[in-house]
C-alpha cells in the first residue's frame, strides 16, 4: 500500500505508483483468497470503489506498481500473485535480476516453475518461494514454515547474486499470506544502505479528526488489525513503528506482531547505513517522529538473554493504566497484603509471591476482558475511560502486577511498631505509626529517582531476574503456533511452560512434605554416623554441605536467586567465594579454635555467653529488658558467637568498601560518560529509544515524595519513645544515599543482592549507646531506604523493558505502597488486640519469630552495642579490619587486568561477589551452594555452549516454570496441610536429615572411633 502524497518513494522521479495494482483477500481462513488486478492506476479506477464497498474481509492484501526495468505493465505482472491459497507481492528490485533468472528457474519445482505467466523479478522471487515449502498447496501454515520459507528465498537470491558478482544492492521488501498469518521483509542485499521504508500500525481502527486527518486507535475496541505499509498513511505520531532494516516481520493469527533480524552477510547494525533512499524533505516537514524512528533500526540491546526475552517492538496505542488494571489491583492489593501480614506473625510464616501474582492477575484480567461491557464512562466530566479497552495486553498485566507487588509486602517498619509495643512496652498513635510506614516506604522513591538515567536506561543495566518475569509476560500474551527451530518442530512455550509448572507442583511436594529429606542428602552423615566433625563438614543444614545436593528447588532459588537467570561468570564467583570461606576459612578457624570457636557450632546465628551456652539477655537488662545493666553484664559474660557468624560480620564489613572501589575502578569510567544527555542516548539500546515515546516521570514528582517523606520521619523521630535527632535520621539516609549506586549496579549486572543490616545497626549502636529504639528506627530508615529503591529501580527495569508508560508506573508503585502500608497496620493493630501474649513461646503458632530476632538485634546493637562486641578489648576487634581488606581487594584483579588483558578470569572477577556468598548463611542452608552451581553449571555453561538454540529459547521460561510451580505447591501445602496440623512422619523427613551431630560444639564432644 502506499499512501497518496508518498514522501519516502525509492524512485523520486514520479510522484505515483500509476503502473497497475491489485488487492486480494480472504473470506474464510483456510479457503483459497480472490485477487483482483489491473493495469490502470489504482484512483482512477471506478472497479476499485465498488470492490471496496462489497468485500468484507480479516486479511486484505494491496499492491500499487511502478515497472521497473524492462517489465511490461500487464495483468500477468501486477501484484499480488496467487498459489493454492497463498498470496505474494514485492516491493523493490532484484538487481541483475536477469542474469541470474536462468539459476532461479532451474531449481524450482516443477509446479512453480509451471506457476510464472509473467516476466517480473517479483513473480520469480515467488515461485522460489514456493518451492521452499515441503507442501505449498496447505491450507494454512505455521509462521515458522513461512518464516524460514521466507529466508532461505532470500539467502538463494543473494547466492546466485554472488556468484555472478553483482554488487548493486537488490531490494527486497517481500510479503507472504495464507490469508490467516502473515510474513514481510524489509530487506536490502547491502551493509551500507538502507532499505525501502516500511511501517506498521496496530490498533481497532482508523477515525477521522476534525482536521480531515485520520488516527489509528483502539479505545472501545474489542477486534485488533495490523496494517503493514511502504510509509505511514498518517501524519500522526504515535500510529506507526519503522521496521528496521534488513528484518523480518511476523503477524500472528492472534495479531501479535513479531520482529525478527535478517542476521546474513549483509547484516549491520542501523547507525552504519546511510539513509540514502529517503529524500532530504521527507515526513519531518508534516511530522517530527521520523527521526527518531529512523534510529531505532537494529540497535537491538547487545546483550543475548535480553533480546531472547524482551520484544524489540511495542505500539504505543495500547494501554497500560485502565479501568480494569485499577480494579484488580486495589482488590488484590488489600487482600494480598492482608493475608501476608496476618501470617507474618505465625511460626511458619507464609507469603504470596510474585510468580502466584502473575498467574491470578492474568486469570482475572481475561476475565474482565470477556464479562466487562464495551462502555465509556465519563468520570465527573473530568475524564472519560473505557471499562473495557480490548484483550487483555502484557503492559496492563506487567502494571497490574507492579502494583499488586507493591500492595502486597509487609512494610518493614511494622517491626519496629511491633518491638516498641510488645516488648519495650510503648504504644504507638496509628498517626504515628503511619508516618513511620509512609516515611520509610516511600523515601526509597525519591533515591530510585536520582539514579533512574544511570541504573534504568542503559543497556548495560540488565537486572537479569526482570528477564524470567518478561519470559512470562510474553509467554501468556504471545502466540506460538508450531514453532520449528533448526528445521525441526519444537513444543511452544507455552506448552512448555504450562508442562514444567504442572510437573514441579506436583513434584515439589515431595520435599516440600512428604520426603523431605530430598531438600539435603547429606553423604558425610550416612557414611560417619557417630562422628561430631564429619557431620559437620558434610550437612547441608546445620554443618559446611561438603558432600551435600539438595533436590528442592525452593531451596535452591531460595536465598541465591534463580541459577539460570544469573550470569555463569557471576555463579562462578559466587560458589568460589563459598567454597574459599565456607569449605576452607572456615574449617581452619573452627578447628583451630579461632574465637573460642569450638564452644559453639560450626554454622549458628545464635548468640551465645562464654560457657557455651545460649545468651540470657535478662541477666544484662533491667525493665522488663529496656536498660542495659552494666553490672549484670560484667558479671554474667561477654557476648560470644560462632566463628562462621564472627566471619560473616567481617565479610560484611569489607562487602561496603569492596562494592564502592569495585565500581570505581570497573565502572565508574564508563558511567561517567553518561553524564551528558547525548551521551546516555548513545548508550541505549532500541528498548531505550522505545520508551522515549512516554513521557519521563517529573523530577518534581520525586522531589515532593522525598520531601514529604523526610518531613514525616522527623516528626516521628523526634517524638516521644523513639528519640532519634533529626541528624540521625539524615545519617541513615545518607548511609542508604551512598551505596545505592554501586549495590544497584552490582544487582543489575549480576544479579547478586548485597545487604545493608550489618553497617545500618553498627552505625547505629557506635552513635547511639544504650538507645535500642532509636538504633531500630536508624536501621530501618538506614537499611529500608536502600532495600525500596532497589526494588523500585528493579520494577522500573521491568517496565521498561515491557515498554510501560513511566508515569503509569510510579503511580502504581506509589500506590501500591500506600495501600500496603494502611492495611499491615490495620491488621497489625487487629492482631495485637485479639490474641493474648503474640509473639510469646505461649501464644503458639503467633509466636513472631522474625520480631523476636528485631527485638533481639535491637538489644545487642542498641542496649549492649558494637563497642563491647568489636572494641579494643574484644576478641573480635580485629572484624573491623575487613573495612581496610574490602577497600584494598578489587585492586588486586583490576591492576593484574591491566597486566594481561587477554586473561577472561581476570576480567571477570568480582570481589563484592566473592565476599558476599557466604553472608547468606544463615538463614540460607550450605547445601543450596552446590546445587545452586550445579544447575548454573549445566544449564548457562553447558547447555548454552552444546544446544545453545534451546538456551535462547527455554532458559528463561525454564526459570519462570520453576518458581511459578514452586510457588503455587508451597500455598497449597501451608493452606491444605500445614494450617491444618497435618504433619507426615517418617525416616524421610527427619527433622535433623539424619546429621543429628552436626548442630553440637566440638569442645565438650566424645568421638567415637569412627572419628575422621
Same mark, same amino acid.
Given at each position: 500500500?502506499?499512501?497518496? +502524497? ?25 479457503? !483459497? ?5 489491473? /493495469? ?6 471506478? !472497479? ?67 506457476? %510464472? ?92 479528526? +476534525? ?31 519503522? %521496521? ?65 526475552? /524482551? +520484544? ?20 488484590? +492489593? /488489600? ?25 491470578? &492477575?492474568?486469570?482475572?484480567?481475561? $476475565? ?21 479497552? =480490548? ?13 499488586? !507487588? ?131 563438614? =558434610? ?30 561468570? $557471576? ?20 578447628? *583451630? ?10 554454622? !549458628? ?28 553484664? $560484667? ?18 564489613? $569489607? ?8 565500581? *570505581? ?116 530508615? =538506614? ?125 571477570? &572477577? ?86 543429628? *551431630?552436626?548442630?553440637?560444639?566440638? %569442645? ?9
Amino acid at each position: 500500500m502506499q499512501s497518496f +502524497s508518498s514522501k519516502l518513494r525509492i524512485d523520486t522521479r514520479r510522484n505515483m505508483n500509476g503502473d497497475g495494482f491489485g488487492i486480494g483477500w480472504y473470506d474464510k481462513p483456510g479457503e !483459497n483468497g480472490c485477487i483482483f488486478t489491473s /493495469v490502470l492506476p489504482a484512483w482512477s479506477n471506478i !472497479n476499485l470503489h465498488r470492490i471496496a464497498e462489497k468485500v468484507k474481509s480479516n486479511m486484505i492484501f494491496a499492491h500499487v506498481r511502478a515497472t521497473t526495468g524492462d517489465t511490461a505493465t500487464s495483468e500477468s505482472n501486477c501484484h499480488p500473485w496467487q498459489f493454492g491459497n497463498l498470496m505474494w507481492m514485492h516491493n523493490g528490485d532484484i538487481s541483475g535480476f536477469l542474469k541470474i533468472k536462468r539459476k532461479l528457474t532451474s531449481n524450482l519445482t516443477e509446479d512453480a516453475y509451471a506457476f %510464472i505467466q509473467g516476466t517480473t523479478d517479483a513473480e520469480h522471487a515467488f515461485a522460489v518461494f514456493i518451492s521452499q515449502l515441503d507442501d505449498p498447496y496447505k491450507p494454512l501454515f505455521s509462521f515458522e514454515e513461512l518464516k524460514e520459507a521466507m529466508l532461505k528465498t532470500i539467502a538463494l537470491i543473494n547466492k546466485y547474486l554472488d556468484e555472478e558478482g553483482i554488487e548493486q544492492p537488490s531490494m527486497m521488501n517481500f510479503a507472504v499470506t495464507d490469508g490467516v498469518t502473515v510474513v514481510c521483509t524489509r530487506y536490502i542485499s547491502s551493509k551500507k544502505y538502507e532499505a525501502a521504508s516500511l511501517y506498521f500500525s496496530s490498533g481497532s481502527e482508523f477515525r477521522s479528526e +476534525s482536521d480531515g486527518r485520520y488516527r489509528m486507535i483502539r479505545a472501545n475496541k474489542r477486534d485488533k488489525s495490523v496494517v503493514v505499509a511502504s510509509e505511514p498513511l498518517t501524519f500522526e505520531r504515535n500510529d506507526w513503528l519503522v %521496521i528496521p532494516t534488513n528484518t523480518l516481520l511476523v503477524i500472528t493469527p492472534k495479531m501479535n506482531v513479531l520482529l525478527y533480524p535478517v542476521k546474513d552477510q549483509h547484516y549491520t547494525t542501523q547507525n552504519e547505513r546511510y539513509s540514502i533512499n529517503a529524500p532530504e524533505e521527507d515526513l519531518l516537514h508534516h511530522d517530527p517522529y521520523s527521526d527518531d524512528l529512523r534510529h531505532l533500526g537494529d540497535k537491538d540491546s547487545p546483550y543475548e538473554a535480553v533480546r531472547a526475552n /524482551v +520484544s524489540s517492538t511495542d505500539d504505543p496505542t495500547i494501554p497500560a493504566m485502565t479501568f480494569r488494571v485499577c480494579f484488580i489491583a486495589i482488590t488484590l +492489593s /488489600v487482600m494480598f497484603s492482608f493475608v501476608n501480614q496476618f501470617f507474618f506473625f505465625r511460626q511458619n510464616p507464609i507469603s504470596i509471591g510474585f510468580s502466584v501474582t502473575i498467574l491470578l &492477575t492474568f486469570v482475572l484480567g481475561k $476475565a474482565m476482558e470477556k464479562l466487562l461491557p464495551n462502555k465509556t464512562v465519563n468520570l465527573f466530566g473530568i475524564k472519560s475511560f473505557s471499562l473495557n479497552p =480490548g484483550p487483555f495486553s502484557a503492559k496492563e498485566h506487567t502494571l497490574l502486577c507492579v502494583f499488586t !507487588n507493591a500492595g502486597s509486602g509487609v512494610a518493614y517498619a511494622i517491626e519496629v511498631i511491633a518491638v516498641q509495643e510488645l516488648f519495650y512496652d510503648i504504644k504507638s498513635s496509628v498517626v504515628k505509626s503511619l508516618m513511620l510506614i509512609f516515611s520509610t516506604q516511600l523515601l526509597g522513591y525519591g533515591l530510585s529517582g536520582l539514579v533512574h538515567h544511570v541504573l534504568v536506561k542503559p543497556a548495560i543495566m540488565i537486572w537479569p531476574e526482570t528477564l524470567v518475569a518478561c519470559s512470562i509476560f510474553r509467554t501468556l500474551h504471545e502466540e506460538e503456533e508450531d514453532p520449528i527451530v533448526n528445521g525441526r518442530r519444537v513444543i511452544t512455550k507455552m506448552k512448555f511452560f504450562v508442562l514444567v509448572s504442572s510437573i514441579i507442583f506436583f513434584y515439589q511436594m515431595l520435599p516440600s512434605f512428604f520426603f523431605q529429606l530430598l531438600s539435603s542428602i547429606s553423604i558425610l552423615c550416612f557414611i560417619f554416623p557417630n562422628s561430631i566433625r564429619a557431620q559437620q563438614l =558434610g550437612s547441608g543444614m546445620t554443618g559446611l554441605g561438603m558432600g551435600s545436593f539438595s533436590f528442592d528447588w525452593s531451596l535452591i532459588a531460595s536465598y541465591l536467586g534463580s541459577p539460570l537467570s544469573t550470569p555463569f561468570w $557471576a555463579a562462578v564467583n559466587v560458589f568460589c567465594g563459598f567454597v574459599f570461606f565456607g569449605w576452607i576459612i572456615v574449617p581452619l578457624g573452627y578447628y *583451630l579454635n579461632w574465637f573460642e570457636a569450638k564452644k559453639f557450632p560450626i554454622i !549458628n546465628a545464635g548468640l551465645f555467653d562464654i560457657y557455651g551456652s545460649k545468651y540470657n539477655i535478662s541477666k544484662v537488662t533491667t525493665n522488663n529488658g529496656t536498660v542495659f545493666n552494666q553490672l549484670g553484664y $560484667a558479671s554474667y559474660s561477654p557476648l560470644r558467637i560462632t566463628f562462621f557468624f564472627a566471619l560473616n560480620y567481617g565479610l560484611a564489613l $569489607a562487602i561496603i568498601t569492596a562494592a564502592i572501589t569495585h565500581v *570505581l575502578l570497573n565502572n565508574w569510567p564508563e558511567f561517567k560518560r553518561l553524564g551528558s544527555t547525548k551521551q546516555r542516548l548513545e548508550h541505549e539500546d532500541i528498548h531505550g529509544h522505545l520508551m522515549r515515546r512516554y513521557k519521563s516521570v517529573p523530577s518534581w514528582w520525586y522531589i515532593i515524595l522525598f520531601t514529604a517523606s523526610i518531613a514525616m520521619g522527623l516528626l516521628v523521630c523526634e517524638s516521644k519513645g523513639v528519640n532519634l535527632p533529626w541528624w540521625g535520621m539524615f545519617l541513615a539516609i545518607s548511609v542508604s544515599a551512598i551505596l545505592l549506586f554501586p549495590y544497584g549496579i552490582v544487582a543489575a549486572i549480576t544479579n547478586v543482592s548485597l545487604g545493608v543490616n550489618v553497617i545500618s545497626e553498627f552505625i547505629a549502636g557506635l552513635v547511639f549507646p544504650g538507645m535500642p529504639i532509636a538504633n531500630i528506627v536508624f536501621k530501618t530508615y =538506614g537499611s529500608t531506604t536502600l532495600r525500596q529503591a532497589l526494588w523500585i529501580t528493579t520494577d522500573q527495569k521491568l517496565g521498561h523493558y515491557m515498554k510501560v508508560p513511566p508515569r503509569d508506573m510510579f503511580i502504581a508503585q506509589v500506590s501500591g505502597s500506600l495501600i500496603s502500608g494502611v492495611v499491615n497496620l490495620i491488621t497489625t493493630k487487629y492482631l495485637f488486640a485479639k490474641i493474648p501474649n503474640i509473639c510469646q513461646k505461649s501464644a503458639y503458632p503467633w509466636t513472631c519469630p522474625g520480631t523476636n530476632v528485631f527485638y533481639s538485634a535491637s538489644v545487642i546493637w542498641g542496649l549492649i552495642g558494637p563497642i563491647k562486641m568489636f572494641g579494643r578489648d574484644s576478641i573480635y576487634n580485629i572484624l573491623l579490619w575487613g573495612f581496610l581488606i574490602g577497600a584494598v581487594l578489587p585492586f588486586i584483579p583490576w591492576l593484574l587486568s591491566k597486566k594481561y588483558k587477554k586473561s577472561l578470569i581476570l576480567r571477570h &572477577t568480582h570481589i563484592p561477589i566473592f565476599l558476599m556468598a557466604c553472608s547468606v548463611l544463615p538463614p540460607a542452608a550450605a547445601v543450596e551452594f552446590p546445587s545452586w552451581f550445579i544447575v548454573a553449571v549445566i544449564f548457562n555453561f553447558i547447555i548454552y555452549q552444546r544446544h545453545h538454540w534451546w538456551w535462547v529459547r527455554y532458559n528463561y521460561i525454564l526459570s519462570a516454570a520453576l518458581m511459578t510451580g514452586t510457588a503455587i505447591c508451597g500455598v497449597f501445602i501451608f493452606y491444605v496441610f500445614q494450617i491444618n496440623n497435618i504433619s507426615f512422619s517418617w525416616w524421610g523427613n527427619a527433622k535433623d536429615f539424619h546429621c543429628p *551431630l552436626a548442630s553440637k560444639p566440638l %569442645i565438650d564432644a566424645k568421638i567415637s572411633s569412627m572419628t575422621i
